[in-house]
């Protein structure tokens, strides 16, 4: 590759490359012209790492030689609270909002000016910047004053009005463990309901019915949202089941889905999935369980109940029904609400519809809901029940404790862990208060993008690549392409490979997953193929950009293009009726066709259409006349053609609109 093309890509001078290359590893000389492919591709694939950490490089020795000659700037000292809109950290930084936007990305997370992150994100991008981030309690008690907590509804209810409500199970674990599968099979098993296979999968909750006892599972979108939910003061689920492969043992996404679990402070059951295949060692599973995450199981002494269960063949399945439902009758004093009262509960999944708006599946944890309530957030108005849902689709009047339920008449989509409850509030007015709202964080930037007044069509993308480099050079291509009729709208963007919440999102969102050199795992490629998602993985950008220039090209509508053919100077008019005429002339320029159309001018004004029905040439039939030849022809149309008229003749053809 040349030198000169590896500089555009990378976007940088000539002179600026030769005099980096060595400096980050790749040594080539002052006069080099060319470099081997391979070394440029790698090159291309690390540069934005291999930059930062030279940027790092540089700083550190720069503040070790100020601090050597005693002149190094003081830090600034910034306190932050647990959580903190990133346009409000940078105005406390005294920062542009776009520096702290790209130093979220070089940490590879992608977040917009109204979106939240927590305190050790901002401490460790604050460190970046020379800044010092320090903790504020104060802020955070403030800011969790601020936020409706479900432990404060409840609170407000008397003992006595308390009654036993359904247990809220969530199901957790490593993406490949099979979480889909055993929530499968649960549903399947579900003979009372008899509804296997018939639910609908875009709500993200549903019930099943085991000895006449009503369980609710919670489909979680993924750890964020369920963490989301937790650092809103909502304790959403009663119960987790904590997903383990038996062929697979504890992973990385197990760690963390169990270190959740901790800090909601609920309890547990362990599902070792996967018991009949032949690989499969359950005595390996739980020694991982004993020694990673200090779970010891039931018979080995712990108290930590470990189902055993094949999803694929429904081996164990109703035997955990039966775990599930006895934990939540130990639990029972925990799982009690008010169905009297005015219905509060939480936002489990969002999005906007393209024909019912804003649209939010609510897991109803105190009181009942009814169509015609008014919901609010924070005492502003979201909108009025318009329609309830359950997880079957079929509408209903009303949804009582622990019942999730999908609300339609939304003005304004809330955000997943949102407290939606019954009341007065304020009525937001216009946009400028909405954002003034998204501000405070109450509403995130992607909702009021969905709300917008854009009427361009979109492609909605949701992006997975291997490494932010690829992410950032991804992006920026398909900001390119974007035209005023045609928009390319990614509604995410993250690193590894594709997962069964980006499947989920793609399929709330009418989303394409777009993968660049990740993999899809067998379990992914089932969810694919059962959800009937659109998934594409790519592994050369000029390839993706192309794709996806295709499938913005499928919305642009047909338009009808005028194309001009040649002009004839009408030399005698042989014969005139009501609505033809015969004329013979001398085509001036280009070439005229049968059945095209013409435009009738003198003196250079049009003042007549028509169409050319038929075209003579020496007497003979033809379909075309060029430059400089005499011909006849027959018009169709008001006869007003006279000697020495010039006829400009065109078609229309059916052509695809630019994008």
Known sequence: MNLTELARILKVTPQDLRDTLPQIGFHIGQKAIKIDNRTAQKIIKEWPNLIRQLEKQKKSEIEERQNELGTAPEKKIVSVPHFIIVRD?????????NKILAEL????????????????????????????????????????????????????????????RPPVIVVMGHVDHGKTKLLDAIRTTDVVAGEAGGITQHIGAYQVTRKDKTITFIDTPGHEAFTAMRSRGARVADIAILVVAADDGVKPQTV????????????????????????????????????????????????????????????GVEELLDMILLTSEMEADNIKANPD????????????????????????????????????????????????KNYKGENIDKAGPSTPAR????????????????????????????????????????????????RAKKVNLIIKSDVLGSAEAIEESLAKISGDRIKVKILSKGLGNITEGDIKKAEDSDAQVIGFNVKITPAIENLIREKGAKVKVFTIIYDLINYIKEEMQKLVEMEM???????????????????????????????????????????????????????????QDVNSVEENQECGLQYAGKPVIKEGDILVFFKLEETKGQI
């Open 256 to 315: 963390e889905a169990f270190r959740i679990i901790e800090a909601a402070k609920i309890p547990f059951i362990v599902v070792i999935n996967k018991i009949d295949k032949e690989d499969a060692d359950v005595n390996k599973t739980k020694q991982e369980l004993s020694t990673q995450l200090n779970i010891t199981p039931e018979d080995w002494g712990g108290k930590t109940i470990c189902a055993l269960v094949s999803a694929k063949t429904g081996k």
């Open 407 to 454: 609300v339609l008449g939304l003005k304004i989509s809330p955000a997943v862990g949102d407290v939606l409850e019954v009341g007065e509030g304020e009525r937001i007015k216009n946009v400028h208060s909405l954002e003034a709202k998204a501000r405070r964080g109450n509403i995130s930037a992607t909702q009021q993008t969905g709300n917008g007044d854009d």
């Open 341 to 388: 009262s005015s219905a509060a509960g939480t936002v489990v999944e969002s999005h906007i519809d393209k024909g019912a708006g804003p649209v939010a599946t609510v897991l109803i944890q105190n009181g009942t809901l009814h169509v015609g309530d008014t919901l609010c957030f924070n005492g502003n108005i979201y909108g009025k029940v318009r329609a309830l």
């Open 105 to 164: 990305m070089k940490n590879g997370i992608f977040s917009s000016m109204n979106e939240k992150i927590d305190f050790d994100t901002a401490s460790i991008i604050g460190s970046d910047l020379g800044l010092e981030v320090k903790f504020d309690d104060r802020q955070s008690e403030e800011q969790e004053g601020g936020t409706v907590k479900l432990g404060e509804i409840l609170g407000r209810e008397e003992k006595g009005n308390l009654q036993n």
């Open 561 to 619: 293009k005028r194309v001009d053919l040649g002009r004839l100077k009408v030399l005698t008019v042989f014969r005139t009726k009501d609505s033809e005429q015969i004329i013979g002339g001398k085509v001036l320029d280009g070439k005229i066709e049968s059945d095209s159309l013409v435009e009738i001018t003198r003196d250079g004004e049009i003042i007549e259409k028509g169409k050319v029905t038929k075209l003579q040439l020496n007497k």
């Open 89 to 97: 950290f940078a105005d406390m930084s005294g920062l542009p909002v």
